[in-house]
């Protein structure tokens, strides 16, 4: 019998639906060995959400011509976006076979006493935006209720996941193409054969990360003690080479027929970072702490200015790549296809202030 997957939309949000991985679940689900459900408002809210970041507003009143027409059309096309991203939600669940649950009057009258109540997935009383989580809850409670095949829930967000994970016969995965990997189905290719193609195709592979990760880690938020910011957090905002690619061949797996998703670490240099630091704290730094900082804005408001430096980032994730294979006079040959980096981890190379000690050491001046 196919598992019962549940999605909820902070997945759906960060997901590829033409990806490597979005292939394998559509394989599997056609091999009914996955059955996908999600709640009515799940699709409503992903669909909503993703459309209202493609509004745009444009004041055209100082364009001229030819400009303005083209500047128009441009605009028209852009105003046509939220309805073909709506559709293309609904098509993708739809080609899923995706089983919709729509709310009951008993999940209703749960949602509200929680609501008014304050327990999760509420992360405090009468949190008005913590209502569709509480309904997407209640309706895989309901099927849980009545389940009599092994069900799943993905979320990535954690007091909704913590919430399913405190239903019977719930499991909360984060970590997506994992569970995908726990599904056999028959293969005419074996893991090792998929690894030695990956092999071969090394080289580019590496170029894949060099050129795609770098967009993947920006706007991450790091950690670091000796940061004098609000809680001690810089922002990404710019990244240099990637170096020193790593792959774990060991823990390489298999999601479907040919998706195969290897982990990998490696260091990216010269990551450029920003944040706001309270004025007071900045002009108490030392002469040494004051060199690792570039000031953008000195006056960035009453209490802020605004400063960047530099450090390497050290990166785990992993690489889904889609391998179909050939076979021509009875020679196999494989074709790399869709690609999809997951960043899963991003942390300073070395602690920052470790970092300043081996610098005034070494007796350079340069961050």
């Known amino acids: 019998m196919p598992i019962a997957i549940f999605f909820?939309?902070?997945?759906?949000?960060?997901?590829?639906?033409?990806?490597?991985?979005?292939?394998?679940?559509?394989e599997l689900v056609h091999a009914n060995e996955v059955e996908v459900h999600v709640s009515s408002l799940v699709e409503r809210e992903v669909a909503t959400g993703l459309a209202e970041k493609t509004k745009v507003q444009v004041n055209t009143a100082w364009v001229?011509?030819?400009?303005?027409?083209?500047?128009?059309?441009?605009?028209?096309v852009a105003e046509a976006?939220?309805?073909?991203?709506e559709r293309g939600v609904t098509k993708w669940l739809d080609d899923l076979g995706a089983i919709r649950h729509a709310p009951t009057a008993d999940e209703s009258t749960r949602v509200w006493d929680a609501y008014f109540a304050g327990a999760l997935?509420?992360?405090?009383?009468?949190?008005r935006n913590d209502i569709p989580d509480g309904f997407?809850?209640?309706?895989?409670?309901?099927?849980?209720?009545?389940?009599?095949?092994?069900?799943?829930?993905v979320c990535v967000d954690g007091a909704l996941a913590g919430a399913g994970a405190n239903i019977k016969n719930v499991e909360v995965h984060k970590d997506f193409p994992a569970l995908l990997s726990e599904i056999q189905v028959k293969r005419v290719t074996s893991l090792e054969d998929l690894r030695d193609a990956c092999d071969e195709y090394l080289p580019e592979l590496e170029r894949m990360i060099e050129e795609g990760l770098g967009s993947s880690i920006v706007q991450t938020e790091l950690f670091d003690p000796s940061l004098p910011s609000d809680h001690n957090e810089a922002t990404l905002v710019g990244y240099g080479d990637v170096a020193e690619i790593d792959f774990d061949w060991v823990d390489a797996t298999l999601l479907g027929t040919d998706v195969v998703r290897i982990p990998f670490h490696c260091t990216v240099n010269d990551c450029a970072f920003s944040l706001f630091v309270f004025k007071a704290e900045y002009w108490s730094l030392s002469d040494e702490e004051d060199a690792r900082f570039e000031v953008f804005d000195?006056?960035?408001?009453?209490?802020?200015?605004?400063a960047q430096f530099q450090s390497g980032v050290h990166v785990e994730a992993t690489?889904?790549?889609?391998?179909?294979?050939?076979?021509?006079?009875?020679?196999?040959s494989f074709k790399i296809g869709k690609t999809e980096i997951n960043v899963e981890q991003v942390e300073f190379a070395e602690s920052l202030a470790k970092k300043e000690r081996s610098r005034?050491?070494?007796?350079?001046s340069d961050p």
């Open 136 to 153: 997407i809850l209640e309706s895989l409670r309901t099927y849980a209720q009545t389940a009599t095949v092994r069900t799943c829930f």
């Open 8 to 26: 909820d939309s902070s997945f759906i949000r960060g997901f590829s639906p033409q990806g490597p991985v979005a292939l394998a679940l559509l």
């Open 64 to 76: 001229v011509e030819p400009d303005r027409s083209a500047l128009m059309a441009a605009v028209k």
């Open 298 to 306: 000195g006056d960035w408001n009453e209490k802020y200015l605004w």
């Open 360 to 364: 005034r050491q070494s007796g350079k």
């Open 121 to 127: 997935p509420f992360k405090e009383r009468k949190n």
């Open 81 to 85: 976006a939220p309805a073909m991203i």
């Open 319 to 332: 690489i889904a790549i889609q391998l179909t294979m050939h076979v021509d006079q009875g020679v196999r």
